[in-house]
């Protein structure tokens, strides 16, 4: 409760320096939350400072917010837990400042990240995203020898860098096979920090309960529901120039009707009778994840999620046979391929350049 009434005083500060009298007496009608000091703490050196974020927003137009990703990559280099604990402290950010009070040493790590964003690459970035999935994941016994494991936080998720050649290969010899299917395959522009956001989803109608229709003709009624079935995937990358790495957060949910139960409701109709009405109880699974990776520019990042629900009907068997009959949930391995392809300039030089025709001398 200490910490609530700093933060208000701390606000107050922000705006103008001092806590008017007007407010702290207002404050003052919970006596336990409000000490008798207006002076934020420093127990352990904690500062002000403040950044000026315009280079990096005024450059961005696909975003109405794009100060939020300098927010969630505050809270991704330091930890969320950093802002929450002792010592005190907090940020704020807007599309021209982002105001921070904090140790030293957590100011130093909030302004390398400024720093990349503003003064780092100022163009779009390049990245192409492939994402498939195999029903059997024993891609991975020829696949391993070509891939080098980093390490990741989630169970069930494993992730490899490969070299850019074997990159195609192993996706090559992926697409050869009879259970592989591809979700997934786009070149993303994207403004260095910022997030994009896949989303394919299909609605699934069902009945979803019984109510009273208030009218006098039909006494009950069926009510309709939708789940919406599919997957979302959000990438957010933020390129290390000096480093030559690349940084990508990537969440994900799958959402998959597995089924829907029917039941049949006795409700009263007209007079003495009785009727039933159909309702559906809906089957779901789901998965989620959240992680992130770092990996060399010249180098192909590749994911397995493991083996996960797969929205829609039933992946054909390792054979490449599908199954019609099949009444049970669909599961298939889910392997995502993430190249980095350099800066939009760079990659419009190289178009022109593949495009010059040849002098003959």
């Given at each position: 409760?200490?910490?609530?009434a700093?933060?208000?005083?701390a606000s107050g500060?922000?705006?103008?320096?001092?806590v008017?009298?007007?407010t702290?007496?207002?404050?003052?009608g919970?006596a336990?939350?409000?000490?008798?000091d207006?002076?934020l703490?420093r127990?352990?050196?904690?500062?002000?400072?403040?950044?000026?974020?315009?280079?990096?927003?005024a450059r961005?137009d696909?975003?109405?917010?794009?100060?939020?990703?300098?927010?969630?990559?505050?809270?991704?280099?330091?930890g969320?837990?950093?802002?929450?604990?002792?010592?005190?402290?907090?940020?704020?950010?807007?599309?021209?400042?982002l105001?921070?009070?904090?140790?030293?040493?957590?100011q130093r790590?909030?302004?390398?990240?400024?720093?990349r964003?503003?003064h780092?690459?100022?163009?779009?970035?390049?990245?192409?995203?492939?994402?498939?999935?195999i029903t059997?994941?024993?891609?991975r016994?020829?696949?391993?020898?070509?891939?080098?494991p980093?390490?990741?936080?989630?169970?069930?998720?494993?992730?490899?860098?490969?070299?850019?050649e074997?990159?195609?290969?192993?996706y090559?010899?992926?697409?050869?096979r009879?259970d592989?299917r591809?979700?997934?395959?786009?070149?993303?522009?994207?403004?260095?920090?910022?997030?994009?956001?896949?989303v394919q989803?299909?609605p699934r109608?069902y009945?979803?309960?019984?109510?009273?229709?208030?009218?006098?003709d039909?006494?009950?009624?069926?009510?309709?529901?939708?789940?919406q079935?599919?997957?979302?995937?959000?990438?957010?990358?933020?390129?290390?120039d000096k480093?030559?790495?690349?940084?990508?957060?990537m969440?994900?949910?799958?959402?998959?009707?597995?089924?829907?139960?029917?039941?049949?409701?006795?409700?009263?109709?007209?007079?003495?009778?009785?009727?039933?009405?159909?309702?559906q109880?809906?089957q779901?699974?789901?998965?989620?994840?959240?992680?992130?990776?770092?990996?060399?520019?010249?180098?192909?990042l590749?994911?397995?999620?493991?083996?996960?629900?797969?929205?829609?009907?039933?992946?054909?068997?390792?054979?490449?046979?599908?199954?019609?009959?099949?009444?049970?949930p669909?599961?298939?391995d889910?392997?995502?391929?993430?190249?980095?392809?350099?800066?939009?300039?760079?990659?419009?030089?190289?178009?022109?350049?593949a495009?010059?025709?040849?002098?003959r001398?």
């Open positions: 409760m200490k910490k609530v700093i933060a208000l005083l500060l922000l705006a103008g320096g001092v008017e009298s007007q702290a007496t207002e404050i003052q919970n336990a939350a409000v000490g008798d207006q002076v703490p127990s352990q050196g904690q500062v002000f400072r403040r950044y000026d974020l315009r280079p990096y927003t961005i696909s975003s109405l917010t794009p100060q939020q990703a300098v927010i969630d990559w505050i809270l991704r280099e330091t969320t837990a950093t802002w929450f604990n002792e010592p005190l402290g907090f940020f704020n950010a807007n599309r021209e400042t105001t921070v009070y904090h140790t030293p040493a957590v790590v909030v302004s390398e990240l400024v720093d964003l503003v780092g690459v100022a163009e779009e970035v390049v990245i192409d995203v492939r994402l498939a999935r059997s994941p024993s891609w016994v020829r696949a391993q020898p070509m891939m080098r980093i390490s990741v936080a989630q169970p069930g998720v494993e992730a490899w860098v490969v070299s850019r074997n990159a195609t290969v192993l090559n010899t992926l697409a050869r009879a592989f591809e979700s997934i395959s786009r070149s993303l522009t994207l403004e260095n920090g910022q997030a994009h956001t896949f989803r299909t109608r009945l979803r309960t019984v109510r009273n229709s208030g009218r006098s039909v006494r009950y009624e069926s009510v309709a529901g939708e789940i079935e599919g997957h979302q995937l959000e990438l957010s990358c933020l390129v290390r480093q030559k790495t690349l940084d990508l957060f969440k994900c949910r799958l959402d998959q009707v597995e089924r829907f139960f029917p039941l049949a409701i006795t409700v009263p109709s007209g007079g003495n009778q009785q009727s039933r009405l159909q309702v109880v809906p779901v699974s789901g998965w989620q994840c959240q992680e992130r990776f770092r990996w060399p520019q010249d180098q192909v590749v994911v397995s999620f493991g083996v996960v629900p797969v929205p829609g009907p039933a992946p054909p068997t390792s054979l490449g046979i599908p199954n019609p009959f099949s009444t049970r669909g599961r298939a889910a392997v995502m391929f993430v190249e980095y392809k350099g800066l939009v300039g760079d990659r419009l030089l190289e178009e022109r350049t495009r010059l025709p040849s002098v001398r």
